[in-house]
């Protein structure tokens, strides 16, 4: 994936097509989420780039995507990736951030309904260094939050065989690749 943080500002269309890529080649592409290609071959899924570039106006957008998906037809829109190129480029900074989403998502009415998981170029688990390919599971192109409908979430561990088991396969995965590996997959450009 190649940083696309150091270049210069991406127009909205640019970070979608950096984002779908990312999409299309490591969590389809890798199998790192075994839900993500139904949803992405239906459509369901909403990018929503925010222009925000404060935590405050970031947490605007996140309630207002919070609403838009709630009130939407699954069938329409299933998921929600909000990217936020602007804001919360540091990772420290987004992780603490994160407790401003769970209070949002409670103070919406929306906890049991929707979740949101974390997505960032420097995600780091504890216990892991910075360049740890285990990391590289929740590596994305872009800070973004991934916006769920938990009905969507049941239905889908319900019919996937040993679900509990998707992150222990994503680093052995993500181990054999390795870092060459997971730079090949970056070697052809967007379109």
Known sequence: ?????????????????DTRLWLERAVIGLNLCPFAKS?????????????????????????AELRLLH???PAEIDTTLLVHPKVLGDFIEY???LELVDAAVDEEGLEGELQ??????Q???AGTLPEDIDNYSNRSPYPMLH???EASIERAVAAFPDASRIFERNIET????????????WLVDAP
């Open 116 to 121: 949101v998981a974390s997505l960032h170029p």
């Open 174 to 185: 993500l181990r054999r690749l390795g870092h060459a590996g997971w730079r090949r997959l």
């Open 1 to 17: 994936m190649r940083n696309v943080q150091n270049l210069p500002d991406r127009t909205d269309e640019e970070v979608i097509a």
């Open 147 to 149: 916006l769920l409908r």
């Open 95 to 97: 992780n603490d951030f």
């Open 39 to 63: 949803v992405h071959v239906k459509r369901q899924i909403r990018y929503a780039v925010s222009g925000a570039r404060s935590p405050e106006a970031l947490l605007s957008d996140l309630v």
């Open 71 to 73: 009130a939407s037809d």
């Open 123 to 125: 995600y780091q688990f």
